[in-house]
């Protein structure tokens, strides 16, 4: 198993959401800073990771990557988006939140319209 240093207990939480035993020796590993280094790992052959759907998607289109088992794990974390008042706001600024906003309902399989 391969994992995020700032997801330690993924694994563990994985394991247990989908009614898996979880055994210690499993939080063993390689830790990797972020996705794009835990993706290399896996495509080097060095072992599974948990990722986001949207970040492993091309890899598992493409062949690439598979998903052993079609079990995922619902996160709790959020992310938000935040600027001051609009009177203040650049045009660019509403472009990057409209594609942001596009972005995620896609992930989703929704659209803004």
């Known amino acids: ?42 495509d080097a052959g060095l072992g599974m990771a948990l990722v986001p759907a949207f970040i492993a998607r091309e890899h598992i289109k493409s062949g690439r990557f598979v998903m052993p088992v079609p079990a995922t794990l619902p996160v709790k974390q959020s992310y938000y988006f935040g600027y001051p008042d609009e009177r203040n706001v650049s045009e660019t600024l509403l472009l990057f939140e409209r594609w942001l906003k596009a972005s995620a309902l896609n992930t989703l399989g929704l659209s803004l319209t």
Do not use: C, I, S
């Open 1 to 42: 198993h391969l994992h995020m240093m700032t997801r330690a207990d993924a694994w563990m939480q994985w394991y247990e959401y989908n009614g898996y035993e979880f055994e210690p020796q499993l939080l063993a590993g390689p830790r990797y800073e972020v996705f794009t280094m835990l993706l290399a790992a896996v």
